[in-house]
């Protein structure tokens, strides 16, 4: 029971970070201009997005974040 309680529990995770991802994807796509986009919260959100389809895959992910601030300019959810 506790196995399938977790399983539950991750798949909630799971859905939740999907759908908090596709509606920022669609209010993204209201703005029409570039910005300034932090790095390590660009790679952070597009793996939020991701990683379970790449857990499913067996593809194991290793971040290593630079120390300095990193920008780049763009439409954030064109870029994820």
């Known amino acids: 029971l506790k196995e ?24 993204a796509r209201e703005v029409t201009g570039k910005e300034l986009i932090p790095l390590n919260s660009l790679i952070q959100e597009s793996l939020n997005l991701y990683s379970e389809k790449f857990r499913s895959l067996g593809v194991e992910i290793e971040v290593q974040s630079p120390e300095e601030n990193i920008t780049i300019q763009g439409r954030k959810y064109d870029l994820m």
């Open 4 to 27: 399938c309680v977790e399983k539950v529990g991750h798949a909630s995770l799971r859905i939740q970070n999907i759908v908090r991802g596709l509606v920022s994807f669609s209010d």
